[in-house]
């Protein structure tokens, strides 16, 4: 019955038990909710051994600037970075040819 609840308060989002700017769970974070909940302390070692139990794992989620415009972006792929990149040589050492002058 705890474990439901627990999973059911972890579905809802860390938002809705007030961590606003940062919308992740930590170990910390659900130890503190499990805590509050159900008056029982956890180190962060037991809560990632029971979240594991509960099928959780570890992800990192891929952190964006609310700032980011994919067309600017993009452009500035298109159009920017070929300059600054340059052209490649055709030549670099090790190439296959002639080394040294033929021999008798």
Known sequence: MRLQRLMEELERGPAAHGYTEDQRWTLARVADLIASLFHLHYTPRGVSYLLHR???????????????????????????????????????????????????
């Open 54 to 104: 509960l099928g959780w794992s570890p992800q990192v989620p891929i952190h964006r600037a609310t700032e980011r415009d994919e067309e600017v972006i993009t452009s500035w792929v298109a159009e920017q970075w070929p300059a600054i990149k340059g052209q490649r040589s055709t030549w670099a050492p090790g190439c296959a040819g002639k080394t040294r002058p033929d021999r008798p």
